[in-house]
DNA sequence: CTCGATGCAAAGGTTTTGCACCAGG
DNA sequence: CCTGGTGCAAAACCTTTGCATCGAG
């Protein structure tokens, strides 16, 4: 099934009038294969490569992400500190809890946020993209 | 009035225990002066060597960010790319409401995200630092 | 064939670290 | 004095960019 979602990435970047390549094959295979582990562009270059006979360069990593995003596809969030994370999009939308000590990140239903998204955008004309942020704090063995 | 501020960061830093020296009173003096500025680390060490005869390096400032966070007297908050906002701690809390397109930079109060700290304390056993990240998301310039 | 994508290398921006010297307490 | 703080230099870290070559369509 990870291929049925890899392929899905693959048709839709071609129906966006991107090429598809090897590496951008490997590329969306990792993606759909570790779709829940937080990956990051370097984590995301290390399995592309493990699934791919000739080297990746990172570059192309970073390019491809943007492609996906282009398309729609794909999204970034920043937590804290460290690098961006990465998400397929027509994933089950969620936020993330960041253990500023640990970086332990625990993922929170986006309805949680609704209200608060809700009442942001009409008292200050601001829309949260609230598939690109991170809320900091500590976990439960970092408190205090 | 910006003085007083920046003697009780002095003072709190020498009741912490560590080094009142030239480059910080100019790095505690800049940042009293600047508090609303959304400073960053280069900001303040342009602020602060503006102030200072001598030449301070940008290290020190990290290393002087480093001493007033400790003391608990300084916060840092990542906004979605760029470089970390710095805030003193006895500031009014606010957040930031960041627009990923233009970089524009809202304050809101804090109470309005106190129900979700709360709800999400007990559901997860996380503390949500609500000093310490950005809600990302787009400016109603760049809506869409 | 043509233009987009690639690997490689280098650079950019922010933050951190090693080190010898200086100065606060 | 003695230890912590400083400037300087270099590196680490994540990300972006320039460029000649390769290959998808």
Do not use: K
């Not at 094959?25 to 791919?52: F, G, K």
Request: net charge negative; with cysteine.
């Amino acid at each position: 099934m990870a291929d049925v979602a890899a392929g899905a990435l693959i048709e839709a970047l071609r129906a966006d009038g991107f090429r598809v390549t090897a590496p951008r094959r490997a590329i969306c295979e990792a993606l759909a294969a570790h779709h829940d582990d937080h990956l990051t562009a370097s984590t995301l270059h290390a399995a592309a490569e493990h699934r791919s006979v000739a080297r990746i360069d990172i570059s192309t990593v970073y390019r491809t992400i943007d492609a996906l995003e282009q398309a729609g596809l794909l999204h970034h969030v920043h937590l804290g500190h460290g690098p961006a994370v990465l998400h397929l999009s027509d994933h089950v939308q969620h936020h993330h809890l960041t253990c500023e000590v640990c970086g332990l990140t625990i993922d929170i239903g986006i309805g949680e946020l609704e209200e608060l998204t809700q009442s942001v955008a009409e008292r200050h004309g601001f829309t949260i993209d609230s598939g690109h942020f991170a809320l900091i704090g500590r976990c439960r063995a970092h408190e205090g």
